[in-house]
Every structure is written in structure tokens, then in C-alpha cells.
């Protein structure tokens, strides 16, 4: 079983800067897509960006040019920098990994973290 935690949310001024942390159990984290996702209460969890094993990036569009995803696969762990903070930016922020691919295996299944709250106020 993957277990993924994210760490790095936090309170912040609307401007301001955040940077997200997902460390992945394992050492498989470099097969997997990696995917950052955001809830806000009522709403339904929303894409925000992703980045493949060969580190090709996609980003919502209101965040695309603020935010940046990146993974080092060393560490076992993926980023979302996060810039230019907006009040619509807040929520509580997920990791994702999955589907696993390593060239020969391919497996569909799909991993979240617990979450890391993100809260954009004056």
C-alpha cells in the first residue's frame, strides 16, 4: 500500500507564497503521475496540476504561471510552489499518485494523501 503526506499548507496573505510537500512511501515514487488536487467545502475536488514520470507538466488555468509542480524522485516526493496567492486559491490540498507504469507494469490504481489546508487572508 502507497501512503502519501503532504506537509508545507499553512495561512498566508493573498500575494503571498506557499510551497507543498508529498512524500510517497517507497521506492516507486518515479513511475507513478503525480497529481495535486483541491477541495473547498461544498465543492467538488478540482484538478490543479500534475506532472508524468517524464516530467511533462499540466496545469489548471487559473493557476497556471503561479503555480509550479515538480517532483524529485531521489526524495520520494513532489512539490507544488505555489505563488501569487489568491483567495480563490484556498482549500485544502491533495497529492495523488497513480496510474504506476515502470516500462513493462502497468497498474491503474490510485493513491491520495490526507490533505494540507491552505487558507489566503487579509
Known amino acids: 500500500q502507497v501512503q502519501l503526506v503532504e506537509s508545507g499548507g499553512g495561512s498566508v496573505q493573498p500575494g503571498g507564497s506557499l510551497r507543498l510537500s508529498c512524500l510517497v512511501s517507497g521506492n516507486t515514487f518515479r513511475h507513478y503521475l503525480m497529481g495535486w488536487y483541491r477541495q473547498v467545502p461544498g465543492r467538488e475536488r478540482e484538478f490543479v496540476a500534475q506532472?508524468?514520470?517524464?516530467?511533462?507538466?499540466t496545469y489548471r488555468d487559473s493557476v497556471r504561471g503561479r503555480f509550479t509542480i515538480s517532483r524529485d524522485n531521489a526524495k520520494s516526493t513532489g512539490y507544488l510552489q505555489m505563488n501569487s496567492l489568491k483567495f480563490e486559491d484556498a482549500g485544502v490540498y491533495y497529492c495523488k499518485v497513480g496510474p504506476y507504469y515502470d516500462g513493462s507494469l502497468y497498474q491503474p490504481d490510485e493513491y491520495w494523501g490526507q490533505g494540507t489546508q491552505v487558507i489566503v487572508s487579509s
Open positions: 506532472i508524468t514520470r517524464s516530467e511533462v507538466t
